[in-house]
């Protein structure tokens, strides 16, 4: 079983008359990726930095790491990369990574070691010499990722980790965010990029006004598994035989649109539809994009951020 890392109930935080985050609670354990998505102004970062003990809540509570929100013993353990950074620009990025492992109170040849082995992951070795203000964004972006790792921590909290990054750096994280699940690291990701969330995540659950509204697993979840059906009577006799293989079944114009629980229903439809001579002239399933959830979650009232 699952140790739990982050628990909250009813964490809220208000900035005088303005709610940033209303009602978030959410479950996350040990070595899970969890996506934490919503629009713009949805309170997600302000819950980041509320988890982080940056922010303190108007109420509500919450513990990280079996410890109370804000606890500063909890803090070495974990790492942050927030989206919007500003780093000392005038260190190189030795010296970068090097004042952030004494901070954690790492020292001497160990430090070292860890800061070669980060640079040379995040593939910026060669630029180590360098200081930040001659980074690109993205090399910028990958020294960050490194700081949030130096002390391999348990927890971390990756804020748009992507925003600064071409492909080849996008692929970067998605690796780097698997070895974290690999040896047992829990992640916490806010991102907009929805198909590098659906790419890496386990769970995710959707903010809306500072409220977390839905919870939906990736890995294991099959209620985004949706079947089509065109068939030659869809009659509501039709329509209620088929809820005997779907917990939603709705008639959209022409097609028949089911929610199942698993892909083996597939043929079992079919073989039922066939005993009942309905003739079948297109059958298939496929998995609701998690950005289709995001916009079914949202809502039609949703614009833009």
Known sequence: M???????WALRKQFGSTVAVSDLSVCIRRGEVFGFLGPNGAGKTTSVKMLLGLV?????GATVLGAPVGDRS???RMGFLPEHFRFHDSLTGREFLRIHGRLLGLH??????RIDDLLARVHLLEAAHRPLRQFSKGMVQRAGLAQALIGEPEL???DEPTSGLDPLGRVLVRELIEELRARGATVFLNSHLLGEVEATCDRVAFVKQGRTVHELSLKESTAALEVELKADRTDSSTLNGLRNFAHDVRLDGSIVRLRVKSENVVPEIARWLVGQGIGIHGLGSRRKSLEEWFIEVMGEDQRPG
């Open 108 to 113: 001497g040849a160990p430090l070292e070691r």
């Open 156 to 158: 971390v909290f990756l």
């Open 2 to 8: 699952m140790t739990t890392v982050i628990e909250t």
């Open 56 to 60: 303190e809540p108007t109420s509500g």
């Open 74 to 76: 909890c803090r070495a």
